[in-house]
């Protein structure tokens, strides 16, 4: 290459110089005449010679790193949204467990290595049967954070980003921003955008508590016909319903919770009135729905 001609114009270019440049000739701009050339094309013949070097480039980009789950096509790479068709797909990973997404779910492994897997389901419905140690598998959605603590369970995401979890066995915790529904077999629970998770309820409660739940978690109203109509295996709900509400709220939670559930003598109305955190577990314990103490150990900031 003649790089005396891209610099200061003088000498003979070479033949693909002299081809770009008169290609891009067009574009260039004339200015006053020098001594040897009517025209100046030095930037004109400097940019020629960076699109010659560019043109012999190869530039490589690193492919993201394969994940520990795989399909029927292979391995998933992190990142890679995942589209199921008209048939389901079906995600293993053999140290974690099996993701199926039912037709028309949209999801991706957004990380995955020992110890953290994390996925983003955001729209559609998963069904996800995991046997990795409790808080390793998590799921990320519009409006919360599926946490696995051991178990089977189904979780559905519309397309405005509410969502539905619906727990088969095991525990899942619901969580955003601080705020946490913990679900047990058997239980479900609603999540919305902006609000978190709503208070998880058993599949089999009466429509009116379903009703009334739905209200108080959307608008705040409701909490008479949720006292009127919970049932003592509603204690799972009205414990939710302790931390979330205040002054006599509070008081008329924790009247009908100790109505229907044989509290222990220590976890007293002034306690729970104050926001106390021990008095909080012990009522849980009450319910019989595993220790505090159980679920408490496994939490850890994600």
Known sequence: MNERYLWDGTGEPDAEVARLEELLRPLGL???????????????????????????????????????????????????????GSAELQLDAAEVGRVSLEPGAEAAVLESKPGRERLDLRAGTMRALIWAPAREFVVETPAATAVDLGCQYTLTVDRMGEGLLEVETGW??????????????G???????????????????????VRALDEFDTRGGGLKE??????????????????????????AV?????????????????????????????????????????????????
Not at 67 to 73: D, L, N, P, S
Not at 172 to 185: D, K, M, T, Y
């Open 30 to 84: 004339k200015v006053a005449a020098a001594p040897a050339r009517k025209t100046a094309w030095v930037p004109l013949a400097a940019a020629a010679a960076v699109l010659v070097m560019l043109a012999g480039w190869q530039v490589r980009v690193a492919a993201p790193p394969e994940t520990r789950w795989e399909t029927a096509g292979g391995f998933v790479h992190a990142g890679q949204v995942l589209r199921a």
């Open 172 to 185: 899942v915790s619901f969580e955003h921003r601080g705020r946490e529904s913990f679900i047990p077999a």
């Open 187 to 209: 239980a479900r629970c609603r999540t919305r955008r902006g609000a978190g998770p709503g208070t998880p309820y058993y599949a089999d409660a009466p429509a009116g508590l």
């Open 226 to 251: 949720v006292l009127g109509s919970a049932r003592e295996r509603d204690g799972l709900s009205l414990w939710h319903l302790l931390p979330r509400t205040k002054g006599e709220e509070r008081a």
């Open 254 to 302: 924790y009247r009908r919770l100790a109505g229907l559930v044989k509290l222990p003598k220590e976890a007293t109305e002034e306690r729970i009135l104050a926001s106390d955190a021990r008095a909080l577990e012990q009522c849980w314990d009450a319910l019989g729905l595993d220790s505090a103490a159980w679920w408490r150990s496994w939490q850890r900031q994600w």
